[in-house]
């Protein structure tokens, strides 16, 4: 794999170091925190939590969503929840390459295994992921 497709290792430890935690109410004793990821629209009217795993967790709405048509409000959820589950799984895909690595696992292949067999995408995927939607969909919004 040429040198210009592989990511930078220094964002994806930054991307782990960045990992919201749920807030301790949220948990018991028995029971580690678990990492959330959030994302919310430019017009901040939905803003959807994912599990690491891509479960959504969460799905806020503001006041302003009642000025959607009920087709619209559900698109626009479904749009920022699968960001949301991309952005968590991108995450899921740091910290296995991570753990592969300390493991003594070869970064190529780990990297393969971890987009071809399991479907996850780099951190650098799901930003630019999130970066092209907002420029398309949001292009004429100004709050």
Same mark, same amino acid.
């Given at each position: &794999?040429a040198?210009e497709?592989?990511?930078?290792?220094?964002?994806e430890?930054?991307?782990?170091?960045?990992l919201d935690?749920?807030?301790? !109410?949220?948990?018991?004793?028995?029971?580690?925190?678990?990492?959330? *990821?959030?994302?919310?629209?430019?017009?901040?009217t939905?803003?959807?939590?994912?599990?690491m795993?891509?479960?959504?967790?969460?799905?806020e709405?503001?006041?302003?969503?009642? @000025?959607l048509? #009920?087709? %619209? $409000?559900?698109? %626009?959820i479904?749009?920022?929840?699968? $960001?949301?589950?991309?952005?968590?799984?991108? !995450?899921?895909?740091? *910290? &296995?390459? #991570?753990? &592969?690595? %300390?493991?003594?696992?070869? @970064?190529a292949g780990t990297?393969?295994? $971890?987009?071809?067999?399991?479907?996850?995408?780099?951190? %650098?995927?799901?930003? !630019? #992921?999130?970066?092209?939607i *907002? !420029?398309?969909r949001?292009?004429?919004?100004?709050?």
């Amino acid at each position: &794999m040429a040198a210009e497709n592989q990511p930078d290792d220094t964002d994806e430890r930054d991307d782990l170091a960045a990992l919201d935690f749920t807030h301790p !109410a949220d948990y018991t004793d028995e029971a580690p925190p678990v990492p959330v *990821f959030t994302v919310a629209n430019p017009p901040g009217t939905v803003t959807v939590t994912a599990f690491m795993d891509g479960r959504v967790k969460q799905i806020e709405l503001s006041s302003r969503t009642t @000025d959607l048509t #009920e087709p %619209e $409000l559900a698109d %626009e959820i479904v749009v920022i929840a699968g $960001l949301a589950t991309r952005e968590a799984k991108s !995450a899921q895909y740091a *910290f &296995m390459l #991570e753990g &592969m690595r %300390e493991q003594g696992h070869n @970064d190529a292949g780990t990297r393969d295994f $971890l987009a071809r067999d399991l479907d996850l995408p780099t951190p %650098e995927q799901a930003r !630019a #992921e999130r970066a092209q939607i *907002f !420029a398309t969909r949001y292009a004429g919004d100004h709050d």
